[in-house]
């Protein structure tokens, strides 16, 4: 797993100010299943998908692949 999707899952849940409790509820996920993502664990497409939405962010931003968050940053981003 690469770690800047692991990075990136925890900062992006540290920066709403949401314990893995929260996250995992909103996942319908045990708190110990939530850690495990963080820790490496492979996150099923459909939960990354669910988190990526929660936090209007794009998929390639979660698995690290750009650093540009979201679709509406992808547009100001050409414009420029």
């Known amino acids: 797993?690469?770690?800047?999707?692991?990075?990136?899952?925890?900062?992006?849940?540290?920066?709403?100010?949401?314990?893995?409790?929260?996250?995992?509820?909103?996942?319908?996920?045990?708190?110990?299943?939530?850690?495990?993502?963080?820790?490496?664990?492979?996150?099923?497409?459909?939960l990354l998908i669910k988190l990526a939405k929660y936090y209007d962010v794009s998929i390639d931003y979660m698995l690290g692949i750009s650093n540009i968050t979201n679709k509406q940053n992808i547009k100001e981003e050409k414009i420029h």
């Open 1 to 46: 797993m690469d770690k800047d999707y692991l990075i990136r899952l925890k900062s992006l849940r540290e920066e709403k100010g949401l314990s893995q409790q929260q996250i995992a509820k909103i996942l319908n996920v045990s708190q110990r299943t939530y850690s495990y993502y963080e820790n490496g664990r492979t996150i099923p497409p459909r």
